[in-house]
């Protein structure tokens, strides 16, 4: 009996001594090129871990608390290789690719599977490409940060693997694999339905007294959750009447299933997802992010916030990843019929100024959107816009990656000469006239404006202001605009007050 309880013991001791990797240091991942190859993980306090890789081989002892770090010296493009860890016990990795390596995130049109975009069967059918690998994680929220991304461990890009994965995240990665010859690794981190306020710390709100009105919101959900869960649970009891009775009578039911309220443990509380999703993600190197999301912040409450909200989570992300200003690529609100008291052209103009912060590019897909629709479904050529970003702010590559961005007006003969960057081979109205312009005079009035193109710049006028001062552009949920580069990329709608 003793010698069965002493063997059970060293087991669990030899178990406790084995040394465990984090979940995105596995088979078939991508390591970001020309950095340094971080190694991190859990074992015995004092065992002596190293790791091999390429040649070469490092180690360092875990610490107190049993956790170690240390990093490879970075390389080139290549692969595939084996990557070897040795403690009490031996872990091999297979199939290890170098590469580019970028986070997917956002919301729920980042999240958008390919299986529900446009064209689902062919693109799954055509989706084998062995040198892009995909990581998907899991939706979780935590009090505090977690050391461990949980997911859907890496695989290979191929039908079975890219059905469910992000599409503006799998056309990207194939866009920049096709260009750059490399292979391509994307995390996926996305979560349908949640705010920027759950992606940012909550030291980082904390940290800024004009960002307290995200705290005094959530405050009032959280005030106001019992009552919206007993509504929610007497809406539940009515469905399911409903359900009943037209199940009795033969009669078709499709009222929607009652939405249960957001709750003290879900996904809209400030930092919640940032400790669960994004900080686990942080000892990953990796190139760029990718970021789509906004939509749940155009609420009346939430959309004055989300440009400071949206800086402050860009920073939070650049500090816990450790590696500088990096890319950080992002998609403007499309077109939609959103409620009454949404404020999407306010979010719109919040992100076009965000691109005031270093390495950023926004995307514009206001012409992309369906108006029916919060999930326009063509997310290859949002893809294929944010891969032109990359392929210019990142890569170096002499192109013409954005539509034209309003720089300035100057005021003349009782009209605005307006200015823009990015006009490329020249300006262009697609279909015609030029529309979705209007302006206002100190009284602050808009109306709409006649619009013509001379030579890089737009002149407007309109009887009804004799002095125009202000000017805005595609201002509205599903704006009717339609001014271009010759290269076909749209104008960011804006706003010049």
């Known amino acids: 009996m003793f010698r069965a309880v002493a063997l059970a013991c060293l087991a669990a001791c030899l178990a406790h001594a ?3 990797l984090p979940t995105l240091l596995a088979d078939h991942m991508v390591i970001q090129r020309e950095q340094p190859v971080h190694m991190w993980g859990k074992a015995e306090p004092g065992e002596v871990v190293s790791a091999s890789f390429r040649g070469e081989t490092k180690a360092a002892a875990a610490d107190a608390l049993g956790q170690f770090s240390f990093y490879l010296s970075p390389g080139a493009a290549g692969g595939p ?3 070897t860890i040795r403690g009490a016990n031996e872990i091999v990795l297979k199939d290890v690719l170098v590469g580019e390596v970028w986070v997917v995130a956002g919301q729920s049109n980042m999240e958008w ?3 529900w975009a446009s064209a689902p069967e062919a693109e799954i059918a055509a989706a084998t490409h062995p040198r892009i690998r995909l990581f998907r994680a899991m939706h979780r929220v935590s ?5 461990d991304l949980y997911g859907n461990p890496w695989a290979p890009c191929g039908p079975e693997s890219v059905a469910g994965f992000s599409a503006v995240g799998y056309h990207f990665g194939r866009f920049l694999q096709e260009r750059l010859d490399v292979p391509i690794g994307l995390i996926q981190i996305a979560w349908g339905g949640t705010p920027i306020d759950s992606w940012t710390s909550y030291s980082a709100i904390t940290a800024d ?4 009105p995200a705290l005094a919101e959530w405050a009032k959900i959280m005030r106001n959750h019992p009552a919206a869960l007993l509504r929610y649970h007497q809406e539940c009891l009515r469905w399911e009447a409903a359900a009943a009775q037209a199940k009795a009578a033969h009669r078709p039911f499709t009222e929607p299933v009652p939405v249960k309220p957001v709750g003290p443990n879900g996904p809209w509380k400030p930092g919640a997802i940032f400790n669960a999703m994004v900080m686990p993600a942080a000892p990953y190197p990796i190139h760029g992010v990718i970021w789509y999301q906004g939509e749940s912040n155009t609420s009346a409450e939430r959309a004055p916030l989300y440009g400071r909200l949206f800086r402050t989570m860009i920073d939070d992300w650049r500090r816990v990843w ?3 200003d990096f890319p950080f690529l992002y998609v403007q609100l499309a077109g939609f019929t959103a409620a009454p008291d949404s404020q999407w052209p306010e979010l719109r103009e919040a992100q076009r100024r965000a691109l005031g912060a270093a390495n950023t590019g926004m995307a514009v897909a206001v012409d992309l959107g369906e108006r029916d629709s919060i999930h326009p479904k063509n997310k ?6 944010l891969s032109l970003l990359a392929r210019a702010i990142v890569y170096g590559e002499q192109l013409v990656y954005s539509g034209p961005l309003f720089r300035r007006t100057t005021r003349e003969d009782g009209g605005l000469r307006l200015w823009f960057d990015h006009t490329g081979g020249g300006l262009s109205a697609q279909g015609g006239t030029l529309r979705g312009f209007e302006v206002a005079g100190a009284d602050r009035r808009w ?3 006649a619009a013509r193109i001379e030579g890089d710049t737009v002149v407007l006028s309109s009887p009804s202001v004799a002095a125009p001062l202000y000017v805005r552009y595609g201002w509205a949920d599903f704006p009717d605009c339609n001014l271009y580069n010759v290269e076909g990329l749209p104008a960011a709608p804006f706003r010049s007050e």
Not at 143 to 147: I, Q, R
Not at 380 to 385: G, L, Q, S
């Open 380 to 385: 290859r050529e949002v893809a294929r816009r």
């Open 447 to 449: 109306v709409p404006a």
């Open 143 to 147: 009090e505090f940060a977690l050391d």
């Open 322 to 324: 450790n590696q500088g």
């Open 113 to 115: 599977p390919v299986r």
């Open 209 to 212: 007294a004009a960002l307290m």
């Open 18 to 20: 084995a040394v465990k």
């Open 81 to 83: 290789f084996e990557l």
